[in-house]
T-cell receptor
Framework: DAGVTQSPTHLIKTRGQQVTLRCSPK?????VSWYQQALGQGPQFIFQ???????QRGNFPDRFSGHQFPNYSSELNVNALLLGDSALYLC??????????????FGPGTRLLVL | DAKTTQPNSMESNEEEPVHLPCNHS???????IHWYRQLPSQGPEYVIH???SNVNNRMASLAIAEDRKSSTLILHRATLRDAAVYYC?????????????FGTGTRLTIIP
């Protein structure tokens, strides 16, 4: 079992550009969540996808958008990048919905640097 | 989301037990107490969770106060590989895959 995988591992962009990050969930999982982790802070929830739709959203602007594919993999898109978007972006997957208190499994993250 | 309070940092000697405290005075009756940890350059990983009774697994033990307003994560014999940031998180049992709300956690340093 490969666990949660993310690509790329590192990325450097300039202000105003757009970026796409990718995530493949753990085998058997159908729910994907994205988190942003600034240096020295805990991860902050961006949004969650289930059945190819955004199910929950945190306090992030519309510049942050996502997509989930039929194979449950997911993309996070960030438009009009700001310096403050520099962070570690984490993907987490969870097992099929309906089961209470399931463990979330995290990927290693994508480190984004905006110059 | 109910709030948790943890010390910013702790130190422990290698091969000694470590007790990581967490206060959650506003916990509701349906909140589970979860612990995750984040090793350097990795994503968070699940450690343990419990509701009312103390819990043990291969990684750690969780001791929950009788009034559930506090809990303690116990690493029985710390190794250098346990150096990480430990997060205490409350999760409502009604919601299986809902978001995790992280605080700043406790940075655990293990002294060789």
């Amino acid at each position: 079992d490969a666990g949660v995988t993310q690509s790329p591992t590192h990325l450097i962009k300039t202000r105003g550009q757009q970026v796409t990050l990718r995530c493949s969930p753990k085998s058997g999982h159908d729910t994907v969540s994205w988190y942003q982790q600034a240096l020295g802070q805990g991860p902050q929830f961006i949004f969650q996808y289930y059945e190819e739709e955004e199910r929950q959203r945190g306090n992030f602007p519309d510049r942050f958008s996502g997509h989930q594919f039929p194979n449950y993999s997911s993309e996070l898109n960030v438009n009009a990048l700001l310096l403050g978007d520099s962070a570690l972006y984490l993907c987490a997957s969870g097992p099929p919905s309906g089961k209470p208190i399931e463990t979330q499994y995290f990927g290693p993250g994508t480190r984004l640097l905006v110059l | 989301d109910a709030k948790t309070t943890q010390p910013n940092s702790m130190e422990s000697n290698e091969e000694e037990p470590v007790h990581l405290p967490c206060n959650h005075s506003t916990i509701s009756g349906t909140d589970y107490i979860h612990w995750y940890r984040q090793l350097p350059s990795q994503g968070p990983e699940y450690v343990i969770h419990g509701l009312t009774s103390n819990v043990n697994n291969r990684m750690a033990s969780l001791a929950i106060a009788e009034d559930r307003k506090s809990s303690t994560l116990i690493l029985h014999r710390a190794t250098l590989r346990d150096a990480a940031v430990y997060y205490c998180i409350l999760r409502d049992w009604n919601f299986g895959n809902e978001k995790l709300t992280f605080g700043t956690g406790t940075r655990l340093t293990i002294i060789p």
